[in-house]
């Protein structure tokens, strides 16, 4: 079926691939391949494929794989990578333009040595199409707090620049439809001093390292902290309630099915501990969500994508 699939493709100057395995692409190395990857050389190449794809076969697009768990089946239709020709960073005066396929880090650091305060990225993971569609934040500043602009390809293949303000940002969410891909956005972030503002991110970063599980194999925080609340779970947090007091208040720091562990640095980490399948962290962090809920009344929900279809449909 996916070679099938990929000779009623559009002609493109990237790359298609049949069956390309999606695992070694997320961080969580796990899940099934897609029918057919996409990776556009440029804007013009992803447009152009765009308008002329069946506008029945569905469309995913995905970054750097962080925040994500691809089921154990794959991912029918056609998954887009945004990789080179969509990871430029350029300053612009007072602004910084971004790409989609461009790493969250990368652009804090940037800005910073040109004097521009996008720290709340650093310690982000995954890039800026990502960071845009969440509205990623950390430090109680969020991607809206700088946001201008994002530039779209929407499925029909038409590119518009939309204003922050029509997007419909809000806690870990945008209005961006589905099938549109996001290729760059623009900031207008606070001006600082460069020495400082690279201070400042050696600071978040040991912070970090001090209460998260970096060097282990997860897809960053799992759920998202109860509406209202900060999402970051940073030991300086004053927030109260946080999704991983929750995780702890229930006993479930380390719980484990198979290869998938709630971390015991951090219980809101699920992790891929060694081997594990998407089917067991999937199954595991709704195992968690029943348990909080059962002794708080309180639902969890994820943070982490999951996308696909589980083994053997």
């Known amino acids: 079926m996916p070679q099938t699939l990929i000779a009623q493709m559009p002609a493109v100057r990237g790359t298609l691939t049949a069956d390309r395995p999606l695992a070694?692409?997320?961080?969580?190395?796990?899940?099934?391949?897609?029918?057919v990857l996409f990776q556009p050389a440029d804007l013009e190449d992803l447009r152009a494929f765009l308008l002329a794809l069946d506008p029945a076969l569905p469309v995913f697009v995905m970054g750097v794989g962080s925040n994500l768990i691809v089921r154990d089946g794959g991912v029918r239709g056609v998954v887009i990578?945004?990789?080179?020709?969509?990871?430029?960073?350029?300053?612009?005066?007072?602004?910084?333009?971004?790409?989609?396929?461009?790493?969250?880090?990368?652009?804090?650091?940037?800005?910073?040595?040109?004097g521009l305060d996008l720290t709340f990225l650093r310690t982000i993971p995954g890039t800026i199409g990502g960071a845009v569609r969440m509205n990623a934040g950390c430090y109680g500043t969020y991607v809206a707090d700088a946001l201008v602009s994002v530039t779209v390809v929407r499925r029909d293949g038409h590119v518009e620049e939309r204003a922050a303000a029509d997007l419909g940002l809000a806690y870990r969410q945008s209005a961006i439809e589905d099938g549109a891909v996001v290729v760059a956005a623009r900031f207008a972030p606070p001006a600082g001093d460069p020495a400082e503002l690279a201070a400042k991110m050696d600071d978040q970063l040991a912070r970090r390292d001090a209460s998260q599980p970096t060097k282990d194999r997860t897809a960053g925080s799992t759920?998202?902290?109860?509406?209202?609340f900060s999402s970051t779970g940073q030991a300086d947090d004053t927030h109260e309630l946080k999704a991983w007091s929750l995780i702890d208040g229930a006993g479930l720091r380390g719980?484990?099915?198979?290869?998938?562990?709630?971390n015991e640095k951090h219980p809101n980490f699920l992790t891929n501990a060694g081997g594990a399948t998407a089917a067991e962290l999937e199954a595991l962090g709704e195992e968690v969500r029943k348990k909080v809920y059962d002794s708080s009344g309180i639902t969890l929900e994820w943070e982490i994508m999951r996308v696909g279809e589980p083994a053997g449909e």
């Open 24 to 35: 070694d692409l997320t961080w969580m190395r796990v899940g099934g391949p897609a029918e």
């Open 81 to 114: 990578r945004m990789g080179r020709g969509f990871n430029g960073i350029e300053i612009a005066g007072t602004e910084v333009v971004a790409g989609a396929a461009a790493l969250d880090a990368h652009v804090a650091r940037k800005a910073a040595e040109a």
């Open 223 to 228: 759920f998202r902290n109860p509406a209202g």
């Open 255 to 262: 719980a484990r099915r198979g290869g998938a562990v709630m």
